[in-house]
Each structure stands twice: as C-alpha cells, then as structure tokens.
C-alpha cells in the first residue's frame, strides 16, 4: 500500500505553484519585450481613413517601438475587408453598411460617413429618382457603389438604369468635372477635401437624399442624417439649404487572428491619444483632424455586426472589477475553505507524527525492558529467547512502518536501539558460556 508523505505532498505542491509563478512571469517578460505587427488596409491614400492611420501608425510608434503597424492603401472597403478576410490585413478602415467576413471584429468606429449626392449645376436633376438613364462619376467597385446600388433600390432602380465613369474616384472627379458625367456619388466624411475642391469649382449641387428611416429597415446600418447649409462654404452657402440624407459609421475592424495586445495597444492609443494623432495631420487638413473627435466605443448589436476583437474587448473592459474583485465573496470563501483544509491536514499531520513517535517510544521501551530481561541473571529467560522476542518485536515494527504507524525517522532510531540490544544480548550469552 503506498504510503502518505504529507511533507513531501506539501513540497511538491510549493515546487508546482512556484513553477506556476515562474512561468507566468516568464510569459510576462516575453510577451513585453515581444515585437508585434499589424498591417491596416486603410483605403485610399487620400482618403480620411489613411490620413487618420498614418498619424495613428506614428503615435504608436512613439509610445509603444515594440509594434510596428504598416499602411496599405486598397481600392476601398469591398477591397480592405477582402484583404482581412485572407489573413493579408491584420486591421481595416470600412463602411459599416457593408457586410465583412466571418472572421472580421470590430475594434472601434472612427467617424461618420455621409451619403453625398450631387449634379451639374445647370441640371435639371432634383433627386434620385432623377438619375434615371443618367451618367455618374462613380468607380464600379468597392463600398461607395454597394451603398449606391442599396439607395437604388429603394428608389425601384437597378444597376442597368445608369452609366458609370471613372475606375478610381481621383478619375471620376475628373470625368464630371470635364462634363462627362451627370451626377456624382460619394460616401466620405463632411469637409472631405475633395468633395470641398468639386464645391469649390461652382460646378456641382448638392441633392437631397430622401427616406432614411424607411431605408433603414432593410439596411440597418443606416442613420437618417443631414448635411448642413454651409457645409462646404459659407459665402455662397454650399449647399444652400439643410438637406436630408443617410450617414454610416466607418468603422475599425481587425482580423479575430490578429495579436490581440496590439490590436489592444492600437485601441488605447486611438481612444487616448487623439490630441497626439491630431497633431500628425496636417494643418491644411483640419476637417480630418476633426473626425477624431468622433471616435468611439463601438456597441455592437447582436445579430447586426461583427463581435468585439478580443484586444479592444481587453481595453474597453480595463475599467470592470477585476476577477478577484467581481468575486470577492466566492473568492473570500474559497481562500477559508483552503485555509480551513491546510490546517485540517497540518493538524492531522501533527498527530500521525505523534501517534509514530508514541509508537516507536514504546517499542523502544518494549526492546531496553528486553535487554533488563537480558541481563538478569535471575530473569530465568535466555539469551535466545530475547533474540526471538527481539524479532518478534521488529517484525511487528516493520508492519507499523508500512502501515504509516512509525515514520522513517522513527524506525530508524527504534533500529539503532535494537541493534545495540542484539549486540548486548549476544555478549551476555558469550560471558554466561564462559563462566560456565
């Protein structure tokens, strides 16, 4: 039967727990001294969405060396989430009205985007429904013509009703502004620079955008929103009058593969470090610097959008009761019944050692009250009879010991003594030999 070691349970239970400690703070040092990049699909190079993540690309540069962040400029948002979508993008800048892929998390929104509709000012277009056989400057790819292609659609049009022109939007501007198109389509940020340049020529008005809130039912990522008189100038008011339309969220996404402490790091930086991220945009443009007012906690929707990415969740929850605390009664009771247990086994181990050395201490005495027996000459026992009874004695002291009724310590010591008793009884018996 194997035998119960307390000592060496309690030992190997501090060497476990000490490994444990060890590790954990080994897994520490290497996950802070760990180099981490990110690649962030970041649409155009001229759009708000990379100007903001080449300013956040330094910001985290300079507060956090150890993750390296690397902007590539894609076609749009149908383009940046399918860069996410294949693993070539750890992060990515899109329109929330355009569905990601199943392994796209949100981690912040960064600002909101309008619906911008507008026509040649010597048109006689007054709304969408107008567009009808119509020429627009809008390239046929990326987020921007999926929202156009929904408006659409509630209007009773489809994607045959229009011609299109340009393949990027720096060639559709173009395009309208030398007259080959009628109408133009942009889903930016109020105050985008080129939006303000094509206000700025005195060639375009802007339209009216109607029916937000019905469109919303089929497209939840819809908001009823306004561009406001004067949005682009004051003096003439472009555009001249409030007009109706739909705004979305542009929203930060990351890979559910990407590092989770620095899609972390990126969130705490974006959040509170705006002052720093405005300061690396160029003065000439303020509208972008702006935007960051608007950036945000996202609130995901069940059902509606993307889970958080475990590094934003890591951020946004810093602020919750830790484990220990949120628990603290559980915990508190849990910490008493281990205490309770360990003094329970303390004391049982306390009298297991004493019940071994009252056993030993008796058969020790048992063995020197054989060697009296021994060396009385009046005992009328011989010497071979307390050697049988000395074997008697240390058979049964074998059995105890297996049965964890003596310790080691003790059986030893119990020995030491029964040897020196053999070793005396066996003189005894020489004298008594000789004398006889």
Do not use: C
């Amino acid at each position: 039967m194997a035998r119960l070691d307390l000592h060496k349970i309690g030992l190997g239970a501090m060497v476990a727990l000490s490994i444990l400690l060890l590790g954990g703070l080994a897994l520490q040092v290497y996950g802070a001294s760990k180099t981490r990049s990110l690649t962030f699909a970041a649409g155009s190079v001229s759009g708000e969405s990379y100007i903001i993540g080449s300013a956040l690309k330094t910001v985290v540069a300079r507060h956090y060396p150890r993750v390296h962040t690397t902007l590539a400029e894609t076609g749009g948002t149908v383009e940046s989430l399918q860069r996410l979508e294949q693993g070539r993008a750890d992060l990515a800048a899109a329109q929330a009205d355009v569905v990601p892929g199943s392994s796209a998390r949100i981690v912040a929104v960064l600002y909101d985007d309008f619906f911008q509709l507008m026509a040649r000012h010597d048109s006689a277009i007054t709304g969408f429904s107008g567009l009808r056989g119509k020429t627009i400057a809008l390239p046929k790819s990326g987020g921007q013509f999926e929202s156009f292609l929904r408006v659409a659609e509630h209007f009773g049009l489809v994607q045959q009703d229009f011609a299109f022109v340009g393949a990027t939007d720096v060639e559709a501007d173009r395009e309208f502004l030398a007259g080959r198109a009628d109408a133009i389509f942009r889903v930016r940020a109020l105050g985008n620079p080129a939006i303000k340049h094509l206000a700025g020529t005195g060639q375009v008005r802007f339209l009216r955008i109607e029916h937000a809130s019905a469109m919303k039912i089929k497209n939840p990522a819809f908001e009823p929103a306004t561009v406001p008189e004067g949005a682009y100038s004051g003096g003439p008011a472009i555009p001249g009058a409030d007009l109706p339309t739909v705004s979305i969220h542009r929203t930060l996404l990351a890979g559910a593969s990407a590092d989770a402490e620095a899609v972390r790091t990126v969130t705490e930086v974006l959040l509170e470090r705006r002052q720093e991220i405005m300061q690396e945009i160029p003065q000439e443009m303020k509208e972008v610097r702006l935007l960051l007012a608007q950036v945000k906690k996202p609130a995901p929707e069940a059902g509606l959008g993307p889970p958080w990415h475990a590094g934003a969740r890591q951020y946004f929850d810093k602020d919750k009761p830790s484990f220990l605390m949120a628990h603290a009664d559980y915990v508190g009771l849990m910490v008493t019944v281990i205490l309770l247990i360990a003094s329970w086994i303390w004391e049982l181990r306390g009298w297991l050692e004493r019940r071994q050395k009252n056993n030993a201490d008796e058969y020790s005495n048992h063995v020197m009250a054989l060697l009296e027996t021994a060396q009385s000459p009046d005992s009328g026992v011989t010497p071979p009879e307390v050697r049988a009874q000395l074997l008697k004695v240390l058979t049964a002291a074998v059995q105890d010991l297996d049965a964890d009724k003596l310790s080691e310590e003790s059986f030893h010591s119990f020995r030491g003594i029964l040897e020196i008793v053999l070793q005396v009884t066996q003189e005894s018996e020489r004298a008594r030999a000789i004398s006889r």
